[in-house]
């Protein structure tokens, strides 16, 4: 029986992680057997082991790579301040508010991190800084960390507004959260 190859082994390693983060965030870390996320990358239960030790080792990589594919958006974005609004704009948007599967995991998954283990927690954090520092260079290039406070604040005001604009059955209101929370982040981005 031929060994799997080590390249193999990372490309399947990278869609156990990118399948179990849309799992995640559609239902939850908790509501997430290893069963169901083996079975969304196409996989049996015995492979898991061969890529991670626990499902903690397992919600820690998630974790790391999801913030790590938001950092790299802001790669694709216009530059400065431009970009930023328009992030805003995106990440407040109904479409972002009603996929939640292939969006922003601190709006989908904050309350549970907030429960995980030390290693989800270390991934979030440096995830969550990194963010932060992208944010704090749109708003001041010559000196983030001037803008770091800032930063901070408004990366709080669009994961709260995401996640409150969710939870709320009225649709009309809840669109409304979103446009009062452009409308705020623009204004705090001044």
């Known amino acids: 029986m ?3 190859t080590k390249e193999h082994k990372q490309v399947t390693r990278q869609r156990i992680i990118e399948k179990a983060g849309q799992r995640f965030k559609l239902d ?4 997430s057997g290893v069963s169901t996320l083996m ?8 492979a898991f082991y061969a890529h991670f030790d626990s499902k903690d080792d397992l919600v820690a990589n998630v974790v790391a790579d999801q913030l790590r594919a938001q950092v790299e958006r802001y790669d694709t974005l216009r530059p400065g301040r431009a970009g930023l609004e328009d992030l805003v704009r995106e990440y407040l948007s109904p479409e972002h508010r009603d996929h939640p599967g292939v969006g922003c995991p601190s709006a989908a998954l904050l309350d549970e991190i ?6 989800a927690k270390q991934a979030y954090t440096d995830g969550a800084k990194a963010i932060v520092d992208e944010i704090a260079a749109r708003l001041t290039p010559e000196d983030p ?13 669009l994961v709260g507004t995401l996640q409150l604009s969710r939870a709320l059955s009225d649709r009309k209101f809840a669109d409304e959260v979103l446009e009062q929370g452009i409308a705020n982040a623009l204004t705090f981005m001044r």
Not at 28 to 31: A, E, L, M, P, S
């Open 114 to 119: 907030g429960r995980c283990g030390d290693g």
């Open 145 to 157: 960390k001037s803008a770091h406070g800032k930063a901070l604040g408004l990366f709080t005001m």
């Open 28 to 31: 939850g870390i908790d509501g």
């Open 39 to 46: 079975s969304d990358a196409g996989l049996t239960n015995g």
């Open 2 to 4: 031929a060994r799997y």
